[in-house]
């Protein structure tokens, strides 16, 4: 049964520029969120999509937008890259009453 | 959001009990209590979770003591490969975003 899959894994940008990156869920699971993780932090909730609508949202500015396919997969996309956007992107999945499982991340550098 | 208060560090040796306590002096009553084990450069992986008193899985438990204001992880018998990062965190299962902390970082030593 394969877990929660994220690509790519590595990623190298340069400001102005805009990524995508993208997340399978763990099969069963129909709930998808993403967390920014900064060197030496916890991770920080950027949003949680359900139904293909995003459902919660944390304090990421605009720049920051998603979308969840039919097949509960989904996509993170940043635009206008920022240096300080450089970070560790998790995706978790989850189904009601049930923990969250994360991915191993996408390493992202902005130069 | 209930706010989450763990050490910031603990050192131990291999082959020891670890113990790591938290303190969640706000929690709400649907939240339930969840660890999770940070390795560098990976997801954090979910150890165990619990709603009240005592919960054990094949690689820990968790003790919760009545007033649910705080809980603690029990790591028996550490090896090296221990050595994380672990995480308290309270709130709702499933669906709820999850705050996270700076966390815990244990050393396990030979």
């Known amino acids: 049964d394969a877990g929660v899959t994220q690509s790519p894994t590595h990623l190298i940008k340069t400001r102005g520029q805009q990524v995508t990156l993208r997340c399978s869920p763990k099969?069963?699971?129909?709930?998808v969120s993403w967390y920014q993780q900064a060197l030496g932090q916890g991770p920080q909730f950027i949003f949680q999509?359900?139904?293909?609508?995003?459902?919660q949202r944390g304090n990421f500015p605009d720049r920051f937008s998603g979308h969840q396919f039919p097949n509960y997969s989904s996509e993170l996309n940043v635009n206008a890259l920022l240096l300080g956007d450089s970070a560790l992107y998790l995706c978790?999945?989850?189904?009601?009453?049930?923990?969250?499982?994360f991915g191993d991340g996408t390493r992202l550098s902005i130069l | 959001l209930a706010k989450t208060t763990q050490p910031i560090s603990m050192d131990s040796y291999e082959g020891q009990e670890v113990n790591i306590t938290c303190s969640h002096n706000?929690?709400?009553?649907?939240?339930?209590i969840t660890w999770y084990q940070q390795f560098p450069s990976q997801g954090p992986r979910f150890i165990i979770q619990?709603?009240?008193t005592k919960v054990t899985n094949e690689v820990a438990s968790l003790f919760i003591p009545a007033d649910r204001k705080s809980s603690t992880l029990s790591l028996p018998r550490v090896s090296l490969s221990d050595t994380a990062v672990y995480y308290c965190?309270?709130?709702?299962?499933?669906?709820?975003?999850?705050?996270f902390g700076k966390g815990t970082m244990l050393l396990v030593s030979p």
């Open positions: 978790a999945s989850s189904r009601i009453d049930q923990p969250q499982h």
């Open positions: 099969s069963g699971h129909d709930t």
């Open positions: 999509y359900y139904e293909e609508e995003e459902r």
């Open positions: 706000n929690i709400a009553t649907n939240d339930y």
């Open positions: 619990g709603y009240k």
């Open positions: 965190l309270v709130g709702e299962s499933g669906y709820s975003t999850l705050t």
